[in-house]
């Protein structure tokens, strides 16, 4: 059988995967009507109404796209009426969040397209100060929203935020790199420090507890699926204690060609698969323990879920202890030069064994908004 031959009888293998992992666009709400205008009521913290106050409509979906264009989100500033009310008759193509802040208080709400009426409420602000190394001249900023502030001459930088997960990422005239994510709670303060490095990212940490990646804080999409002969996705949150938490853990039999265990990344949102782009990837690197054979594959999907191209590398040597692997760009087989910039899923594909586990997957060359929609 040759090889094209070897992959197209994947192909069905792949697609009937397709629609196992799916992600919300970051802070922001689905776009599906069109036509409907947006209400928003915005409110001091015991819902009395806010008369003249002044919203800011953020665009969420290309947030990382804009912010490295050009330094700031694209956004919208409208007033409320003498009831705190605010009637959009259409927005603009996009996702969009709402945000309200005072000195001291703040909230921000994703907006859908529909007359439902969205509560925007106040909430008492909280200082999260966070000191970041190996990018100069930063401007930090929280995901899908206007806030940010400059890093200090020192790299410190401090926001004042509502409760809420935040990620974080530095932007200069070079780069947007991710930093943190935080969990801002009522009252509460953070102080943090974090060495940033610039055009590597990790894919996931898999400290999340659940099948969702590191990345997807950052770009509201990334999520893992599993073939039919795998068993679950582990992390620090398994519930059965496996010694092998923080790591991808897949146990399954495949004894020959017939069967293997497929297990990736899926990039897309409500509206589907998101193309990403890799044209910028060194390499993409992961410890790994398994046994029998592994290939890594970068996939494009259609919108029909039907397998149209891919290309793929093997993973050398793999054992029984973990081992640091680095697949280079320039070593991935068959249709490199188009998958690199239309790929929307990565995917482990383990034959012949029964163990596969990675940890720590980086992606080396890239930058978020390589990856932004």
Known sequence: MTRRAGLAGWALFFALLAGCGSDASVQGGGATETDNSVH???????????????????????????VAATGSPTTISRTTDPNGRLRIASLPDGEWSAQLDTLSQGADIPLGRDTATRVLKLQPLSRVDVGVDGIAGAHLMAVGTA?????????????????????LV??????????????VTLGSRLDTSVTVAPRRLVLDDFSSGTGRTSLADYTGMGRWFVNAWGTQIYSDADPQGASFVGALSLRYIAPDTANAVLAGIVFG??????????????????????????????????????????????????????TRRCLAAGSMQDNWPRVKTTANTIAF?????????????????????DLSR
Request: proline share 4%; aromatic share 8%.
């Open 349 to 369: 594909l383990a034959k012949r064994g029964d163990l596969l586990e990675v940890r720590d997957m980086e992606l080396w060359g890239v930058s978020l908004d």
């Open 147 to 167: 806030w940010g502030t400059a890093t200090d001459s020192g790299g410190r930088a401090t926001l004042l935020l509502p409760p809420g997960r935040r990620s």
């Open 170 to 183: 530095a932007a200069n005239d070079s780069t947007l790199a991710p930093v943190t994510a935080v969990t």
């Open 269 to 322: 949102d409500g509206l589907g698969f998101r193309s990403m782009d890799f044209s910028r990837m060194d390499s993409i690197c992961f410890d790994i323990r398994a046994n029998g054979q592994v290939e890594l594959f970068f996939i494009e999907y259609a919108a029909d879920r039907s397998w149209k191209w891919s290309a793929n590398a093997s993973v050398q040597a793999v054992s029984g202890t973990w």
């Open 40 to 66: 928003i009521l915005a409110t001091g913290p015991d819902g009395s109404p806010l008369a003249g106050a002044r919203v800011l409509l953020v665009r969420t979906d290309t947030w990382l796209r804009d």
